[in-house]
């Protein structure tokens, strides 16, 4: 209301200091975002690791996973399974399946059919009765057996050594493709599952939200020498030593190399 004097009174442009709660004053900043899309901001500096070296963080892994069995792809192909045909097969059997569990079925589905036109020639139905013990076994059989046809009726029963045309088969994206093609036909080509993926975002050596971006990722800075290995040293590794929960930090050959990323509990 006006004063004595007919002027309004002044009040103050400032506004009052918003109440903070103690657990919102407890609570970290929020971690910087980077600006790439699908890359994660540099973490803090860690004054307890050395250097990264991949070469001899590499050589380490190699020694510690001799003990360990080999990823199904890779123990398929020693077995003499090792045409472009059946290395896809192994891997779409493999999806979302333990090695442990499509590494047997595998075998068992290529001991029966291991041609496009001896798996063209059953049906869904027989491809499925010998895969069930894997995850999703209905619609791979049906995928398995479209494969199949096609392979014999398009390509003369031999897929050729195209990432494109392994993608065009519905299903198939760069994980199978790159690792058959590695396998199969020597190509320098990364399979980034989820081992690869969160192992190597463990380590700091690359910084990606996803699978797909890891890929990126590696691309540009893993010497070329290391695309097809990289999957048959991480998978076992990422199983029996650097897990997805509670990794097992304390055996781990190459601790004094990684920054442990995201790690809150070990063994």
Known sequence: MPTSSGRKPRTSSRRAPARVSARTAREPPAPEQS???????????????????????????????????????????????????????????????????????????????????????????????????????????????????????????????????????KGVGPKCAHLALGIACG?????????????TNRWGYVRARTPEATLAALETQLPRPYWVELNRLLVPFGKHVCTGTRPRCSMCPVLQYCRQVGVTQVR
């Not at 190509?187 to 192992?199: C, K």
């Open 187 to 199: 190509h320098e080509a990364i399979s980034v599952d989820i081992h690869v993926h969160r192992v």
């Open 35 to 169: 600006p790439v899309p699908g890359v994660v901001a540099e973490p803090p500096p860690r004054p307890d690791k050395v250097p990264f070296d991949i070469d001899e963080v590499l050589s380490r892994i190699r020694e510690t996973v001799r003990g360990f069995a080999d990823a199904a792809m890779f123990a398929l192909a020693a077995r003499g399974h090792d045409s472009l045909f059946e290395q896809l097969v192994a891997c779409i059997l493999s999806i979302r399946t333990l090695d442990e569990v499509s590494l047997p079925v595998s075998l068992a589905l290529l001991g029966r059919a291991s041609t496009p036109e001896a798996m063209a020639a059953l049906t869904p139905e027989e491809i499925d009765a010998l895969i069930r013990p894997v995850t999703f076994h209905e619609p791979k059989a049906r995928q398995l057996h479209a494969i199949a046809v096609r392979t014999r009726d398009e390509y003369g029963g031999k897929l050729p050594c195209d990432a494109q045309v392994l993608q065009s088969f």
